[in-house]
């Protein structure tokens, strides 16, 4: 009998195209008044990216905002060279975390598993604090989305232990959608 997650992973593409959206209305200002903003958790996605042997098609910080979400997001989704979308900011419970309710309703495919291993392992390393994540992922006409906190420990944590090891199996996957 055959190991079908493995004939899976190994028929997967070896890279991507990725887009990395930051959300952050604070580093959003900074920039706007000429100001280098620290966009740490960005800065991780993009290292661990090329580290992996993906490309970077594209990177974009915007503020926490309903309309610029879903505008940079479907920018992202025309792109022919993009396969992935990775967003981080505006996944916690505060009034201006609205990514969840910005992407969500695009996905055709959610990736249950995803939020709930993201909380799981965050659990085991911050504690009862992980449940205010709403981290969550899932696809949109054969593209794979990832949206994760601002946390720069969250990010890297999702990137080396979920996103990576998986992603061309999930981008493999997703175009026979």
């Known amino acids: 009998m055959s190991n079908v997650p493995n004939l899976h992973k190994e028929t997967s593409p070896t890279s991507a195209g990725v887009y990395v959206i930051t959300c952050s209305t604070s580093k959003y200002r900074q920039?706007?008044?000429r100001k280098r903003p620290d966009d740490v958790s960005g800065n991780i996605i993009?290292?661990?990216?090329r580290h992996a042997g993906h490309t970077?098609?594209?990177r974009k910080l915007i503020p926490d905002s309903r309309v610029l979400i879903r505008n940079t997001l479907r920018a992202a989704m025309a792109r022919r060279k993009v396969d992935a979308i990775i967003v981080t900011g505006g996944t916690g419970i505060s009034q201006t975390d609205?990514?969840?309710?910005?992407?969500?309703?695009?996905?055709?495919?959610?990736?249950?598993g995803f939020g709930e291993i993201f909380r799981r392992i965050s659990y085991d390393e911050i504690g009862s604090p992980a449940m205010m994540s709403r981290a969550f992922a899932g696809t949109i006409k054969g593209k794979v989305v990832f949206c994760l906190?601002?946390?720069p420990n969250g990010v890297k944590m999702a990137m080396e232990k979920l996103i990576l090891p998986e992603l061309g199996h999930i981008i493999?996957?997703?175009?026979h959608f």
């Open 31 to 33: 920039l706007q008044e």
């Open 46 to 49: 993009e290292q661990l990216v």
């Open 56 to 58: 970077l098609v594209g």
């Open 98 to 112: 609205v990514t969840f309710e910005t992407i969500s309703p695009f996905l055709d495919r959610e990736l249950l």
């Open 149 to 151: 906190p601002g946390s």
């Open 172 to 175: 493999g996957l997703s175009r």
